[in-house]
């Protein structure tokens, strides 16, 4: 069974940091790109950043660029979704995912508020 479970969210003041974890099972997360989304209240699904398999290249929304950094621990099979200096507009349902396969974890709900 494959299976992405994320942690780490919670409130923050703006200007603060939050470290999203994607916790893997059932499959080698290092042999797959990988994704996180996030989802505000009365907006579509978005991505935030994206992590190749070939070579760990990244790519990042224009709106977290030089704030958000997506990284892989392979010994912990995990994902890490990296948050600073962050802003209310980053308020969102935070999901990993797998692309191929179409592979979705419960979502991680992050506050931004003072």
């Known amino acids: 069974q494959v299976q992405l479970v994320e942690s780490g969210g919670g409130l923050v003041q703006p200007g603060g940091s939050l470290r999203l974890s994607c916790a893997a099972s059932?499959?080698?997360?290092?042999?797959?790109?990988m994704s996180w989304y996030r989802q505000a209240p009365g907006k579509e699904r978005e991505l935030v950043a994206h992590?190749?398999?070939?070579?760990?290249?990244?790519n990042y929304a224009d709106s977290v660029k030089g704030r958000f950094t997506i990284s892989r621990d392979n010994a912990k099979n995990t994902v890490y979704l990296q948050m600073n200096s962050l802003k209310p507009e980053d308020t969102a349902v935070y999901y990993c995912?797998?692309?191929?396969?179409?592979?979705w974890g419960q979502g991680t709900l992050v506050t931004v508020s003072s």
């Open positions: 992590i190749t398999s070939t070579f760990d290249n990244t």
């Open positions: 995912n797998r692309p191929r396969g179409g592979v």
């Open positions: 059932g499959f080698t997360c290092s042999n797959y790109a």
